[in-house]
C-alpha cells in the first residue's frame, strides 16, 4: 500500500508543483509523520480547493485514524475528480472504515472490467475482496457471489478465500464449484476444522442428491475419511456425530453403530445421536436392537422432529411384522402412503397365514387319513389269514 502511495504522490508532484505546501507534505508524509503531514496539506486547501490536496489530506488523516475527517475530505476529492480511479478506491477504503458498506458497494459498484484491469495483481483482489464485503454486508448476495468468484479465480491460494467462495457457490446450488473451491480450501489449510466441517456437509450434501451409485460411495467415502481426521484431532460431540452420519451414508454400517454409540455417550440429551443409532441398527438389519434407541429419539426429539423418527419407528416395525405397531407410527408421522401399504400388507400376511393353517391341516387331515387306510389295510390282511 505505501509503494502504491508513494507512486501517486510522485504522479501528483508534477501536477501540483507550484503549490507551496505540497512538498512539504508529501515528504512528512513519505516518512510517516503524518501529523505534519495533514498540517501541510490542511494549508494547501485552505489557499486553494484541489482534488489532490484533499486527497492527500484524506489519507493523512486516515493515517491518523481520524476516519470521519478522513471521509470527508476523500469525498471532496472524488466531488473535485469523480474519474481518478485512485480518488475511488480511497473513498470506497474510507467508507469501509465507518462501516457505510452500502456506500461503499455502490461506489465499486462503478468500477468496469476496464477500471479494475488496470490495477496490478494485489490491488485487484482487493477491490474485489472490499467490493464483495460490502455488497454482502449490505444485502446484495448475488453481488457478493460473483465477486468472490472473480476473487477466488485471482487469489488461489488463499484458503479463506477459497472456502468463502465455496460457501456461496453451495448456497447458489454451484455444487460443483463449491466442491473444487473447499477442495483447495482444505488442501491449503488442512488443520482449519471450520472448513473441513463444511466440506464433510458439501460432500454428504453430494451423496444425497447423486443417483450415481458409484459417485454416492465417493462422495461419502471421502466425507468419512476427512471426518476420521476432525476426531483424530478434536473428539468433540459435533465431530463423532458428523462421522457417524458419514458412516451411514457411506453404507459401512457396523462402524456407524459404534460411532453413534460414541456420539450417544458424549451427549445423551440430543435425540439425534439416538435417531442415527438407531438407523445403522435397521440399517444392517438388526431391528429388535433399534428400537430402544428410536424410542429415547422420539422422547427427546421436538416438535419439528418427531415425525422423522416415527417414520423410521414405522419402517423398523413393519420390517419385523409389527403391524399395528408400524401403522400407528406412520400415522403419527403423517405418512398415511405407507400405513397403508402397511394395513395392506397385514390383511395378506393374516390372509396368506390362514391360507398356510388350512393347508397343514388339510396335509395333516391327508396323513391321517393315509395312516388310517394303512392300519385298516393290515387289519383286512390279517382276518383273511
Known sequence: MRKSVILIVALLIGASAALADWEKGV????????QTAAQQFQELVDQQESFQGHYMLGLSLG????????????????????????VKLALADAYVNVRRHAE???????????????????????????????????????????????????ATQDAKVQFKYAILAANYGDDRAAITAIDRAVNLDP????????????????????QDKTAKKQ?????????????????????????CESELGATLYADATKTCQQAVTKKSSDWLAHYYLGQAYASNKQF????????????????ADVKTVQKQRGFVFEKQRKFSESIAAYNAAGDQASATRVQDNEDTY???????????????????????????KKLEEGGGR
Open 27 to 34: 515528504a512528512a508524509f513519505q516518512k510517516g509523520d503524518f
Open 63 to 86: 493515517r491518523l485514524n481520524r476516519k470521519e475527517e478522513a471521509l470527508n475530505h476523500l469525498r471532496k476529492a472524488y466531488d473535485l475528480n469523480p474519474n481518478d480511479l485512485s
Open 104 to 154: 461503499t458497494a455502490k461506489l465499486l459498484g462503478t468500477l468496469s472490467g476496464a477500471d479494475i484491469g488496470k490495477l496490478d495483481a494485489a490491488k485487484k483482489k482487493a477491490v474485489y475482496q472490499m467490493r464483495a464485503a460490502s455488497r454482502e454486508a449490505s444485502g446484495d448476495e448475488s453481488g457478493a457471489y460473483s465477486d468472490y468468484k472473480e476473487l477466488a479465480g485471482l
Open 191 to 210: 488443520k482449519d476444522e471450520d472448513i473441513k466441517r463444511s466440506y464433510i456437509n458439501m460432500l454428504k450434501k453430494q451423496g444425497r442428491m447423486t
Open 219 to 243: 462422495a461419502y467415502l471421502k466425507a468419512v475419511n476427512l471426518s476420521k481426521q476432525l476426531v483424530a484431532v478434536s473428539a468433540s460431540y459435533e465431530n463423532v456425530l458428523l462421522k
Open 288 to 303: 429388535t436392537e433399534a428400537e430402544a434407541p428410536l424410542e429415547q429419539a422420539l422422547k427427546l426429539a421436538g416438535p
Open 350 to 376: 393374516l390372509e396368506n397365514k390362514k391360507i398356510e393353517e388350512q393347508n397343514a391341516e388339510i396335509e395333516r387331515m391327508r396323513k391321517e387319513a393315509e395312516e388310517l387306510e394303512a392300519e385298516l
